[in-house]
């Protein structure tokens, strides 16, 4: 996961607080809270998540690594994390948490280096991953494009190729027909509003492309929604927003309602919250996502958020987790295991309210190429790629604690969040901040 860039954030956080001055609140109802929070169930899907091309290595050529040779990123490649060679023992530790899902994706570039030409090798090495991830008791949810596509379409022109959605849907097809099977959950775009501004950020489209770009996606997510039913009637399909505090439905609202008929559920990637002082005091920074603010109860609202605009969908958060500066403390002493803890407390709330979560993912099972750099370590077990050549993974206080949560459903009944919630947050707009949310003394 990486925010648009500091410019992009920092005006949005502008047109916000203009909304804030000037703007009239929504009226609110939010039920007391209670005193002992419920577990979320047994059929509750705990989860950890990855990506192919941040964790692989062994990469082949795409867009992204042509912006790495180009120099465009701090940091090169190098071999990631080398979930290439080590997914058996990744997953394994994955399944040690006791989570259900494990979030891969499937890189269009391994299998698919020449045009109409698709290569069984790397086909097999996602069998095999994917037949481990079904071994270790867990199922798959797959990522069919997580910002990357390979170099031979970079030549054609990327997604401004006329051609670029039919391509994207034979290399697609082929992934469904092949792991359908195995009953995974289904991510067509990994954040496509993000994902277009990187695009556009890394010189692979224009400003003037983006609403081309957009419409594509939404074509090709349909087309391919509409395929894997065809292969499997009761598959579960998504694209997950990054929710973006604030300015939430001017960032996707667009997207996601062109798409809302193919959408099996609502897939939601939360990470940071915001309040007015923060444009201030501690504007967003997101070249330095370890010291952007963190706000676990704002989880509570972007789920209700969505709750409110598609009453109808299931609602996941596939992406959530702490960033850190080279896996030291962050300087707010907000600890990895503290945020998980008080985020998942939440997530128990907001369930107790009527909202329906079925899922949660921790962003990541690993650290990894975090799209440009391996500054920021989001992983459960940190790697540090630059320094160790044995790329050993080693566990955070957190993974004690996800392994705590999954055995008992949540948190204890009677816990209380580390930290409070903020008095004035604008993670859902003005609706956060009228009428927060709040922990019984």
Request: glycine share 8%; hydrophobic share 40%; aromatic share 12%.
């Amino acid at each position: 996961m990486q925010p648009p860039n500091r410019r992009e954030f920092l005006t949005a956080c502008a047109a916000t607080t203009s909304a804030i001055l000037f703007g009239n609140a929504p009226a609110m109802a939010r039920p007391e809270p209670p005193v002992r929070v419920a577990p979320l169930g047994s059929d509750f899907l705990w989860g950890v998540a990855a990506s192919g091309f941040q964790a692989e290595g062994n990469a082949p050529d795409s867009n992204w690594t042509r912006y790495i040779t180009a120099g465009k990123t701090p940091d090169t490649y190098l071999n990631s994390v080398d979930f290439y060679s080590r997914y058996g023992s990744d997953i394994a530790l994955a399944a040690q948490l006791g989570v259900r899902v494990y979030r891969i994706g499937i890189e269009w570039a391994r299998v698919q280096p020449r045009p109409g030409e698709w290569d069984e090798a790397g086909f097999h090495f996602y069998d095999n991953v994917v037949t481990a991830i079904r071994a270790a008791g867990m199922r798959p949810m797959i990522t069919l494009d997580h910002w990357v596509y390979p170099g031979w379409e970079v030549d054609r022109g990327g997604w401004r190729n006329p051609g670029m959605v039919d391509d994207w849907l034979a290399n697609a097809r082929r992934v469904v027909d092949r792991f359908a099977r195995h009953d995974p959950l289904w991510i067509t775009f990994n954040e496509p509003a993000v994902y277009m501004l990187n695009e556009m950020r890394y010189g692979g489209i224009t400003a003037a492309d983006l609403p081309t770009m957009q419409d594509r996606l939404a074509r090709a997510h349909i087309a391919i929604h509409d395929h894997i039913h065809r292969v499997r009637p009761d598959a579960m399909v998504s694209s997950n927003v990054a929710y973006i505090p604030t300015v939430e439905d001017m960032v996707n609202k667009g997207f996601i309602d062109r798409i809302s008929a193919a959408l099996d559920y609502i897939g939601i990637d939360y990470y940071y919250g915001i309040s007015p002082q923060d444009l201030i005091i501690n504007p967003p920074d997101p070249e330095k996502l370890w010291n952007m603010t963190l706000q676990s109860e704002g989880i509570y609202y972007a789920l209700e958020h969505y709750s409110r605009a598609y009453p109808d969908k299931p609602l996941y958060i596939v992406e959530n987790g702490m960033p850190t500066e080279n896996g030291q403390p962050r300087k707010d002493g907000y600890t990895r295991a503290d945020l998980l803890r008080d985020t998942v407390y939440w997530l128990q709330r907001a369930k107790a309210d009527g909202m329906n979560v079925i899922g949660y993912n921790y962003w990541s099972i690993t650290d990894n190429y975090e799209w440009g750099s391996y500054t920021p370590r989001f992983g459960l077990y940190t790697v540090d790629v630059l320094t160790d050549p044995t790329l050993t993974r080693r566990p955070t206080e957190a993974v004690a604690a996800y392994a705590a949560i999954t055995r008992d459903g949540g948190v204890r009944p009677g816990y209380r969040p580390t930290r409070a919630p903020a008095s004035c947050s604008i993670v859902d707009g003005l609706a956060s901040c009228v009428e927060p949310v709040a922990v019984p003394g």
